[in-house]
């Protein structure tokens, strides 16, 4: 760990020129203004919550100087100076992000969708394709849990290793120049007691990869004092044995203070040349930052600070310590300093006010054509009295937002429900066309909208000759993969034995040995991280498949996955894309944690990523080659006990393709139709010819994806004909069966054709128990269709089927 000396005033300050310096100082005083600002902006109820990056202005400039096209931040919520250092905001867009301005044009970030401070830069053009990133600089989309920038920051600099080594992407010059970036990662000091932060410090020093984390360290974690958040209190301390030296490769790592104008410059000089030139991780704590406002809107920090530590922040506040610096050194006088001052925040209230003029305008716009059709349908409605109210409230509303409008809209066709047509068509064709524009302002691009999404995909057959032979079907996976490898240097795969074994199920032996390490690659035993490698490289242009060795280790990484990767198209308003395929396996197997099918969970937790459930391996090819050419990330689950099972190898076993959301028929029938997806395909197909011989037509539906589900109606279609349905899963009761049931229900409507309740069939409500027999008396066997499908039929015909219990 290295001190950060004080540079000595004879250095050839070339990047500290009195221009720059000047420039900072202005930078510094119109970030420290717009934090100042937007907190009474809340307290005036014109925003919902602030939190500001005030204190940390000085480092965050250093930071910025040494931040190159090409380069990637993943960081958080306090980084406002930092991008308005690198001419990545305005302060009229940080202002517009304050009050949720849902234009994508006035915050470029997230369109009103993320909370203050949450910073991203727009990687894609309007049509989802990708700009030219290594000509860029650029911000990953930020999330609020603390740490969880971390795994994506990891796989932001990895990407940048493969860049450099993989010889077969240095034609990719849109995304990289050679692997010359540097991932750039901020964090708060307490935020560092978190897990994910440990794992992808720990990951980043094995992979020896170039990405900067610099911690912002104040002190304290909202109101809790470092010494319970770190062992020593110091970040910097316990990480020492990170340190590199001459025989061992680990981190560089720096300590310097938040208000040493001239030392943060040199240790953020020095992190670059590191980082970019040796591709070398390192850490720059970053101590003696102050917090002036607190943490955030919600509290003041004088309720846990004494007044010894308030009053040694005011003395130790970067800006006085840089304008003490430069009068110093003479850089500049008390007047011009007081002028930039000035000068600061007369622009910063310039810029407030235009963002939210720019914002309550539109909204107030359409008050007054709300009210005023309010008002001209007044005397014609039969509750006159209480809609012309409802006008008068709507047009004295101070500072009103969009559902003061909608909500009182509603309100009147509530009231003027008896009322003729031709009293209420003109507000409900106004609302009917706000609905359209609020469904884009706020519900929008939860999935692709590109040319690329996997709906505009279309379906090819596997091919077979009479030479096709039958193999396991690992070996389809394996055919598939080697293909996918032959004619896409931007795909890799990686994951706990994916590499030197070719995973734990064969379906990349020999490819590592074939396309080298960088392609099919081994990862250390940390789920969360694996995540973060490849959602970070996805960024980045690159098509990474993570596997997560088993659906039941999914947990670990659930958050990265829930909170970063299937929310990113959603919060960037299509500015950003991710499409990382996550490879896993679960369903039928014996143990409790190796037979895992929580795909409720999953369902309700990833919405904005695919999840397909293929039923054998050569779907699940078929899915791979469809989501290569899409562009969403997607979790494909296989089947854990269908490796070793045959099945023929297709001809074109890189170009047939699964479209998904379009559930498969594998039997026709007609009493029943039985919907139900993965290894439970195969026991219903047992059960079928079981029934069969007790005289019971069943159809069977895989529904291959369950998000998307059966976007064509399938299912409904079936039930139109057999008037009776079964959703069968390995799930526990009420998960993803309940979610089948609502979609063709609810959403197909097929409740009208239904001669007899649907119903489900799922696992019991614990996971299985070991061995054989703990899968059997623990999850559907073929019996327990049978058995289920023969009652339902018994309560139809009694006489033809008789009960058999």
């Known amino acids: 760990?290295?001190?950060?000396?004080?540079?000595?005033?004879?250095?050839?300050?070339?990047?500290?020129?009195?221009?720059?310096?000047?420039?900072?100082?202005?930078?510094?005083?119109?970030?420290?203004?717009?934090?100042?600002?937007?907190?009474?902006?809340?307290?005036?109820?014109?925003?919902?919550?602030?939190?500001?990056?005030?204190?940390?202005?000085?480092?965050?400039?250093?930071?910025?100087?040494?931040?190159?096209?090409?380069?990637?931040?993943?960081?958080?919520?306090?980084?406002?100076?930092?991008?308005?250092?690198?001419?990545?905001?305005?302060?009229?867009?940080?202002?517009?992000?304050?009050?949720?301005?849902?234009?994508?044009?006035?915050?470029?970030?997230?369109?009103?969708?993320?909370?203050?401070?949450?910073?991203?830069?727009?990687?894609?053009?309007?049509?989802?394709?990708?700009?030219?990133?290594?000509?860029?600089?650029?911000?990953?989309?930020?999330?609020?849990?603390?740490?969880?920038?971390?795994?994506?920051?990891?796989?932001?600099?990895?990407?940048?290793?493969?860049?450099?080594?993989?010889?077969?992407?240095?034609?990719?010059?849109?995304?990289?120049?050679?692997?010359?970036?540097?991932?750039?990662?901020?964090?708060?000091?307490?935020?560092?007691?978190?897990?994910?932060?440990?794992?992808?410090?720990?990951?980043?020093?094995?992979?020896?990869?170039?990405?900067?984390?610099?911690?912002?360290?104040?002190?304290?974690?909202?109101?809790?004092?470092?010494?319970?958040?770190?062992?020593?209190?110091?970040?910097?301390?316990?990480?020492?044995?990170?340190?590199?030296?001459?025989?061992?490769?680990?981190?560089?790592?720096?300590?310097?203070?938040?208000?040493?104008?001239?030392?943060?410059?040199?240790?953020?000089?020095?992190?670059?040349?590191?980082?970019?030139?040796?591709?070398?991780?390192?850490?720059?704590?970053?101590?003696?930052?102050?917090?002036?406002?607190?943490?955030?809107?919600?509290?003041?920090?004088?309720?846990?600070?004494?007044?010894?530590?308030?009053?040694?922040?005011?003395?130790?506040?970067?800006?006085?310590?840089?304008?003490?610096?430069?009068?110093?050194?003479?850089?500049?006088?008390?007047?011009?300093?007081?002028?930039?001052?000035?000068?600061a925040k007369k622009f910063v209230k310039e810029q407030k006010d235009l963002a939210w003029k720019s914002f309550a305008d539109g909204i107030k716009n359409e008050l007054k054509e709300a009210v005023e059709l309010l008002t001209a349908m007044a005397p014609q409605s039969s509750n006159a009295t209480a809609v012309t109210q409802l006008a008068e409230d709507l047009k004295k509303t101070l500072n009103p937002i969009r559902k003061d409008v909608i909500s009182t809209v509603r309100r009147a066709l509530w009231l003027s429900r008896t009322d003729a047509e031709s009293v209420k068509a003109d507000l409900r064709a106004w609302y009917a066309h706000q609905q359209e524009l609020n469904k884009d302002r706020y519900n929008s691009h939860l999935y692709s909208e590109s040319i690329f999404s996997v709906e505009k995909i279309d379906a090819v057959a596997p091919k077979y000759t009479e030479e096709s032979p039958l193999v396991d079907g690992r070996e389809i996976l394996q055919a598939c993969f080697d293909d996918i490898l032959q004619r896409d240097p931007r795909f890799f795969a990686f994951g706990e034995d994916v590499g030197k074994i070719g995973d734990v199920n064969q379906a990349f032996a020999g490819l590592q040995a074939k396309y080298g390490e960088l392609r099919v690659t081994d990862t250390g035993i940390r789920e969360c991280t694996i995540i973060g490698q490849g959602l970070g490289a996805a960024l980045?242009?690159?098509?990474?498949?993570?596997?997560?060795?088993?659906?039941?280790?999914?947990?670990?990484?659930?958050?990265?996955?829930?909170?970063?990767?299937?929310?990113?198209?959603?919060?960037?308003?299509?500015?950003?894309?991710?499409?990382?395929?996550?490879?896993?396996?679960?369903?039928?197997?014996?143990?409790?944690?190796?037979?895992?099918?929580?795909?409720?969970?999953?369902?309700?937790?990833?919405?904005?990523m695919i999840i397909c459930v293929p039923r054998d391996m050569t779907q699940a090819a078929g899915m791979y080659n469809t989501l290569l050419e899409a562009d969403e990330p997607a979790l494909v689950i296989e089947c854990l006990n269908g490796y070793r099972l045959k099945e023929k190898m297709p001809s074109n076993i890189g170009q047939f393709k699964v479209q998904l959301g379009v559930p498969e028929v594998l039997k026709e029938g007609n009493d029943m139709t039985v919907v139900t997806y993965g290894s439970m395909c195969r026991i219903v197909m047992d059960a079928a010819q079981e029934l069969s011989e007790l005289g019971i037509d069943i159809e069977v539906i895989d529904a291959q994806t369950l998000l998307p589900f059966d976007t064509t109606g399938v299912v409904g279609k079936s039930i139109q004909k057999t008037n009776r349905v079964l959703f069968a899963d390995e799930d526990v009761p009420g998960g993803a069966s309940a979610y089948m049931m609502q979609q063709v229900i609810e959403d197909q409507k097929a409740y009208y054709h239904l001669d007899s309740e649907p119903a489900t069939l799922a696992a019991k409500a614990h996971r299985p128990a070991y061995s054989s027999d703990g899968d059997y008396f623990s999850k559907p066997s073929i019996e327990d269709v049978v058995e289920k499908i023969y009652s339902m039929m018994n309560e139809v015909d009694p006489v033809k089927f008789p009960s058999i219990d």
């Not at 007044?307 to 007047?335: G, M, Q, S, V, Y």
Request: proline residues 3%; contains cysteine.
């Open 540 to 608: 980045r242009g690159l098509r990474p498949m993570a596997e997560i060795q088993y659906l039941d280790y999914i947990y670990y990484a659930l958050m990265t996955l829930a909170d970063d990767v299937a929310s990113l198209q959603y919060r960037t308003k299509g500015g950003q894309k991710a499409p990382l395929i996550v490879r896993t396996r679960g369903h039928r197997l014996e143990g409790v944690w190796h037979a895992g099918s929580p795909i409720g969970m999953l369902l309700h937790s990833l919405r904005g």
């Open 1 to 343: 760990m290295r001190e950060v000396a004080t540079l000595s005033k004879n250095r050839n300050p070339k990047a500290l020129n009195k221009e720059q310096l000047l420039n900072d100082y202005r930078i510094a005083q119109e970030s420290r203004q717009a934090s100042l600002m937007g907190r009474k902006e809340v307290f005036m109820g014109k925003a919902k919550f602030g939190i500001f990056g005030d204190g940390k202005e000085l480092a965050q400039l250093a930071m910025a100087r040494y931040f190159e096209k090409g380069d990637f931040r993943a960081g958080y919520y306090r980084d406002q100076t930092f991008m308005f250092a690198i001419d990545q905001l305005t302060v009229k867009e940080y202002f517009a992000q304050l009050y949720a301005h849902t234009d994508v044009e006035a915050d470029p970030a997230s369109a009103g969708r993320l909370m203050n401070g949450h910073f991203a830069t727009r990687s894609l053009n309007d049509d989802g394709t990708w700009k030219n990133l290594a000509e860029m600089k650029n911000s990953s989309a930020d999330i609020s849990p603390t740490a969880a920038q971390m795994p994506k920051l990891l796989g932001l600099a990895y990407a940048s290793k493969l860049f450099k080594e993989n010889k077969g992407l240095h034609d990719l010059t849109e995304f990289s120049n050679k692997g010359n970036e540097v991932a750039w990662g901020t964090i708060g000091n307490a935020s560092t007691s978190e897990g994910m932060f440990f794992e992808s410090i720990n990951a980043a020093g094995v992979l020896q990869v170039p990405m900067v984390v610099s911690v912002w360290d104040d002190g304290y974690g909202i109101s809790v004092p470092n010494e319970y958040h770190t062992t020593k209190g110091s970040i910097s301390e316990i990480l020492k044995g990170l340190q590199r030296n001459d025989d061992q490769k680990g981190y560089e790592i720096f300590v310097v203070k938040g208000w040493d104008y001239e030392s943060l410059d040199r240790a953020f000089e020095n992190a670059a040349r590191i980082a970019r030139e040796e591709h070398v991780p390192v850490l720059i704590h970053v101590v003696d930052v102050t917090q002036p406002q607190g943490h955030s809107t919600s509290g003041s920090h004088e309720r846990y600070k004494s007044a010894e530590r308030l009053e040694w922040e005011k003395n130790h506040d970067c800006l006085l310590k840089f304008r003490e610096f430069l009068l110093e050194r003479k850089i500049a006088t008390e007047e011009q300093l007081d002028l930039i001052d000035s000068e």
